[in-house]
């Protein structure tokens, strides 16, 4: 990639808006790879917590007592904070101005980081988990929107989003090594206390390496507030109601009261922003139909993938019976597959475009979950694991920097931070509602094989306990090889167009 300069706008504020004092213009010097180095980092920490997170689950269900439904809000509060504020956060890097955005969304990040480490009860756990849901809503639409606006050019866009793409997938290949290790060395606190230096770095590269620029919107009347609200509070609410199937029944107020108010706060929204002066997301986006398709695939994969994750670490530990350490280890080699999976899609999209790597890659990941569905707690990890989860992680690094590269080509700078948010909010809307509904599968599966009402009952059921975990495990990945095989149908709406080398670039900020 070509080290010139970026414009003075265009890597903070795509929509026009001029440095903030000199300190802002001495730095128009600063190359172009170190916002590509900033952005993929801030991804690497985000995905990097994330499959920490995993393999530490069953230190810290042990060391705090959490139930199972603890567990999963471990993960669900994450991504209940992340799923809702995205579209918000997104828009927030377009309206105030990205390095301002993007620096309060690593500070955030890092302190619940802190917080969490340090946590005593499941309560404190899973607020500080939420906090850092928070943080990475703001920060994770801003590194797409970085790169996306500063990389203008098709060809050198493309090859930057493939950089940023392979380092989210070291992130996950490192998560559960580095996971691994610091929960069996040291305690499962330090898969949160790591990002706390990481975060410091990334805060200094971040304010050197960033032009800042004046916020657009100066008032908050300027601001779609009603929006904002109506829409963060439904996302909310739907993924709560969801969520909240894990412990009372689908058709219990608990669930359907919170999915109703959260489905009809939606539709509300979607009469403020037929009106507003300066819509949160003004909604003729959505004829853009690599956009709109893009999405679909996202909210698809993302429902099986997430659950992917979370049943292997728990599988790996409570019915193969590996520690910490060695499950990291066993995740290595599907996540260096979904690394190789990045590189070779964003060759690939160079010559054919996104669409058919939209179709490819998710049919590759249901074929490693099938595959895994199959599995038998009486196997090896060679034999049974092995080749499904590098398939598996295979077909998502074939996909998920097309997602990207389909949502964001030929959006309009001004627009590139809430198309950011909008992929980045299908896909963990589709991971909150999968983890949720795979999870109550699977443990409804595992209930019944045990001729019980209660899964957790399979905790102390010997080997037979062992037996029926696998299976419900088993029962949830293969209702998550169906889902994310329709994401190849919904991958056939993305235009045969753009290819990389011949789309239209962002437009600029001068």
Known sequence: MTATAPRTSGADDPVGGRPSGGRARRRRDVPHWMVLVVAATAQFMVILDVSIVNVA??????????????????????????????????????????????????????????????????????????????????????????????????????RALGVWGAVGGAGGAMGGLVGGVLTELLSWRWVLFVNVPLGVLLIAGAAWALVGSAPVVRRLRDLDVPGSLTVTLGLTSVV??????????????????????????????????????????????????????????????????????????????????????????????????????????????????PRPLLVVGPLVSAAGLLWLSASSPSGSYVGELLGPTMLAGLGIGLTMVQLAAAATAGVPGEQAGLASGLINTSRQMGGAIGLAVLSTIAAAHTASVLGTEDADAAASAGAAGVEALAAGYDRGLLVGAVIVASGALVGLLVPREPRARDREPVASAD
């Open 57 to 158: 689950l069953p230190s810290m269900r042990t060391d705090l007592g959490l139930s199972t439904a603890g567990l999963q809000w471990v993960v669900n509060a994450y991504a209940l904070a992340f799923a809702g504020l995205l579209l918000l956060g997104g828009r927030a890097g377009d309206l105030f101005g990205r390095k301002r955005v993007f620096l309060w969304g690593v500070a955030l990040f890092s302190l619940a980081s802190l917080v969490g480490g340090f946590a005593q009860t499941e309560t404190w756990l899973v607020a500080a988990r939420a906090a850092q849901g928070v943080g990475g809503a703001v920060l994770a639409p801003a590194t797409l929107s970085l790169l996306t606006t500063t990389y203008t050019e098709p060809a050198e866009r493309a």
């Open 240 to 353: 709560y109601g969801v969520v909240s199937a894990e412990t009372s029944s689908w058709t219990s107020a608990v669930v359907l009261a919170p999915i109703a108010v959260g489905l009809a706060l939606l539709a509300l929204f979607v009469l403020i922003e037929r009106h507003a002066p300066r819509p949160l997301v003004p909604l003729d986006i959505f004829r853009r139909r690599a956009l709109s398709a893009a999405n679909g695939v996202a909210l698809t994969v993302g429902m099986g993938m997430f659950s992917f994750w979370f049943f292997m670490s728990l599988q790996l530990q409570r019915v193969y019976g590996f520690d910490a350490l060695d499950a990291g280890l066993a995740f290595l080699p599907a996540s260096l597959a979904l690394v190789a999976g990045t590189v070779v899609s964003g060759r690939i999209a160079q010559r054919t475009g």
